[in-house]
């Protein structure tokens, strides 16, 4: 990896991070059943369809690592969803959900100082995962650190001593009532991580459908934050949409009829006390002309350019909010059946729509429509009281992972 992630906009660090948590999700995620989606800006670099890459969006000078995954803001922390976990009781729901889904992290992760077993073991038996105490909330979202400690495997996973320093994974599993499903699952066009080690299975997961991931950035930049660390009484907010929803619209394609119901029936408009996004659209603190005290978009957005220099590349503060308003004030007037295409605009498709040929495989038509709700709709699948199947070894040929755990 060193000599592959070898640039200050895509190092070693932010290789290994994605690697590890590549690794980590894809036997997390190994009960489909679950309906397992991957949110957040991990999937970034796996959104773009092939061909929609514009030329003047890019770092120069990275032969090697395609500039999908370059571009994003740096992820450090791992989001996903398990989207078939519901139940018309509340109550039950959260309690189905929380069960499920810590027990497919405390599956694949050891708890601390364990020793003596395959449990834990990853990454073909490089690190063991460790997981202590998870947060978990009454709607039964899950929410903590899973350690990642490099091991020497020369000694069998029974036997596994330390030799270097552990890498935090954060990790936020979030239940279907905070992750909308707007025409389906999307496809991921490719991996999550550019780089293709020997015995290592890439990660191709489905993903929360872009019109939702863009709708919820879009939305809560307009409202009160929410939640979040403030900088003493300095008014602050959540910079990083910023750059991840001119990322989307500058590479991804976007369904009108479906962005427009995404924005519409957001669930994160009633906690912000909103009814709708503004019309025209503005970022809340913008400017000193509403009510609310003015925001330092422009330093929040400069300060994280220097822990992610591939963000020297987007445009300034003006340039990136004459973007996303622009899309946003052109939505409502957008023709049905019409997709923006980055760098066109909205256009009308002839053939398939878009929602269509990026739909994650095995999700028919019928069965998307039927998902396209914001709120769970009915029961879907109850998890097993019993232990799962393990994950399948995704790493080294099966005669190799054989008898020594889940190691890849």
């Known amino acids: 990896m060193a000599a592959r992630a070898r640039y200050p906009e895509f190092n070693e660090r932010r290789a290994l991070q994605q690697v590890l948590m590549s690794d980590l999700a894809h036997r997390i995620t190994a009960d489909q059943d679950l309906g397992w989606l991957l949110i957040g800006s991990l999937a970034l670099p796996a959104r773009p369809a092939e061909g929609d890459w514009p030329a003047d969006f890019g770092v120069p000078g990275l032969p090697d690592i395609p500039q999908q995954y370059v571009m994003p803001r740096s992820a450090f922390d791992l989001d996903l969803c398990a989207s078939a976990v519901t139940d018309p009781d509340p109550g039950r729901a959260a309690d189905l959900y929380r069960d499920a889904v810590e027990g497919a992290v405390r599956r694949v992760a050891a708890?601390?100082?364990?020793?003596?077993?395959?449990?834990?073991?990853?990454?073909?038996?490089?690190?063991?995962?460790t997981a202590g105490e998870l947060n978990t909330f009454p709607n039964g979202q899950v929410m903590g650190i899973v350690t990642a400690t490099p091991v020497d495997p020369r000694f069998g996973p029974r036997h596994t001593p330390t030799v270097d320093d552990s890498i935090p994974i954060e990790i936020d599993i979030k239940p279907p009532a905070k992750v909308a499903i707007t025409g389906g699952p999307d496809t991921?066009?490719?991996?999550?991580?550019?780089?293709?080690?020997?015995?290592?299975?890439?990660?191709?997961?489905?993903?929360?459908?872009?019109?939702?991931?863009?709708?919820?950035?879009?939305?809560?930049?307009?409202?009160?934050p929410r939640g979040l660390r403030g900088e003493g009484d300095r008014p602050w907010h959540r910079y990083k949409d910023v750059y991840d929803a001119y990322f989307m619209l500058r590479t991804c394609r976007i369904d009108a009829d479906h962005m427009r119901e995404a924005v519409k029936n957001n669930w994160n408009l009633e906690p912000m006390g909103m009814?709708?996004?503004?019309?025209?659209?503005?970022f809340y603190g913008q400017d000193s002309n509403g009510p609310e005290p003015v925001?330092?978009?422009?330093?929040?957005?400069?300060?994280?350019?220097?822990?992610?220099?591939?963000?020297?590349?987007?445009?300034?503060?003006?340039?990136?909010?004459?973007?996303?308003?622009?899309?946003?004030?052109?939505?409502?007037?957008?023709?049905?059946?019409?997709?923006?295409?980055?760098?066109?605009?909205?256009?009308l498709?002839?053939?398939?729509?878009?929602?269509?040929?990026?739909?994650?495989?095995?999700?028919?038509?019928?069965?998307?429509?039927?998902?396209?709700?914001?709120?769970?709709?009915?029961?879907?699948?109850?998890?097993?009281?019993?232990?799962?199947?393990?994950?399948?070894?995704?790493?080294?040929?099966?005669?190799?992972?054989?008898?020594?755990?889940?190691?890849r």
């Not at 708890?111 to 995962?129: E, F, N, Q």
């Not at 709120?375 to 995704?394: F, Y």
């Open 295 to 347: 925001v330092p978009w422009k330093e929040g957005l400069d300060a994280l350019r220097p822990g992610s220099p591939q963000l020297h590349q987007y445009p300034g503060w003006d340039g990136m909010r004459e973007t996303l308003g622009d899309f946003m004030d052109s939505l409502p007037a957008a023709p049905a059946g019409s997709t923006w295409v980055p760098g066109q605009g909205w256009k």
């Open 349 to 407: 498709q002839h053939a398939q729509t878009t929602s269509e040929t990026t739909r994650a495989p095995g999700v028919s038509a019928k069965a998307a429509r039927s998902r396209s709700t914001t709120t769970p709709d009915g029961p879907r699948r109850r998890p097993s009281g019993g232990p799962a199947t393990p994950p399948p070894a995704p790493g080294a040929a099966p005669q190799q992972e054989r008898g020594r755990g889940h190691g």
């Open 111 to 129: 708890p601390p100082g364990h020793t003596g077993s395959a449990h834990g073991i990853g990454l073909g038996g490089l690190v063991r995962y």
């Open 275 to 282: 009814d709708r996004v503004p019309v025209p659209y503005r």
């Open 188 to 224: 991921a066009h490719r991996p999550i991580t550019p780089i293709d080690l020997p015995g290592f299975t890439p990660f191709q997961p489905p993903l929360n459908p872009a019109v939702n991931q863009l709708a919820d950035k879009l939305t809560l930049l307009t409202g009160k």
